[in-house]
């Protein structure tokens, strides 16, 4: 992979924050908000950037193929090519649209590429903090430009902060988690963008995440940042995450000690 890719695409994301995500912050009218599906809103804000995005990957690698969220509502079969053969990048032109439309922040633009069905490399972009995570597989993860490494020092379960994402999770496992979140050091609410978690996993803020839903465009940016700065990214039951799984539950930590043990503080009961 050409060493000018990550900066390409990391361009590209600045692009569509500069000239079209930035200025409709909290410049949105009613029109411009509706709902996908129930509980989940898009904004034309969303749909204008996806199209800007995959309009250039396409021209960076043009046999490739886009699977963008918004895309994806439209045509469920973009799913397929998550496992193919080719290039396939993933696209959420905006996380944490419900923030967005309400004139919150934070909110982030991401992408993944997918080669032979492999994660490959990976963007996350906080536009208003301008903060850029980049990584390629096997070369590690950038954060505005410098190689970065999640600490690794192992903590007891007392001594640890992170985030559990409860809204979806089913009632029984929503109350083990809330539980054994007592035992944690500190254990947030979250933040309502999977993008600016996964940020926080590197800049030391957190040590884990954990969440329910999984949909790729989501976590196959994210996981892949923290794995390549020396994290770990895995299902509940110990497997790793791959965004074509068709799974629930995800538990990202800095380490396999600090996911072993927050998964014996919030999913053992």
């Not at 995005?53 to 963008?68: F, M, N, T």
């Amino acid at each position: 992979m050409a060493e000018s890719l990550l900066a390409d695409v990391g361009d590209l994301l600045r692009t569509a924050a500069a000239e079209v995500v930035v200025p409709m912050f909290r410049r949105l009218d009613d029109a411009d908000v509706s709902e996908k599906a129930p509980g989940e809103v898009v904004t034309v804000a969303d749909r204008l950037a996806e199209e800007l995005i995959s309009a250039g990957l396409r021209r960076l690698r043009p046999d490739s193929v886009v699977v963008g969220e918004e895309a994806v509502a439209e045509d469920p079969d973009l799913l397929r090519h998550l496992r193919g053969a080719g290039d396939v990048w993933v696209v959420d032109p905006i996380d944490g649209t419900a923030n967005f439309a309400a004139g919150r922040r934070p909110f982030a633009l991401m992408v993944a590429l997918l080669a032979g069905g492999l994660p490959a490399a990976s963007w996350v972009y906080d536009p208003l903090a301008d903060t850029m995570a980049a990584c390629r597989t096997g070369a590690g993860t950038w954060l505005d430009g410098t190689p970065v490494r999640i600490s690794r020092t192992a903590l007891e379960a007392g001594a640890l902060r992170g985030t559990a994402m409860t809204r979806f999770l089913p009632p029984e496992t929503r109350r083990t988690v809330e539980a054994g979140g007592e035992r944690m050091g500190e254990l947030l609410p979250g933040q309502h963008c999977a993008g600016r978690e996964y940020l926080d996993m590197l800049t030391g803020a957190q040590q884990f995440v954990l969440f329910w839903r999984t949909l790729p465009w989501d976590h196959a940016p994210g996981t892949l940042l923290v794995r390549e700065a020396g994290g770990v990214a895995r299902r509940f039951d110990g497997t790793d995450y791959h965004p074509a799984d068709d799974g629930r539950g995800l538990l990202v930590a800095a380490s396999e000690e600090i996911w072993d043990e927050v998964r014996a503080a919030l999913l053992a009961g």
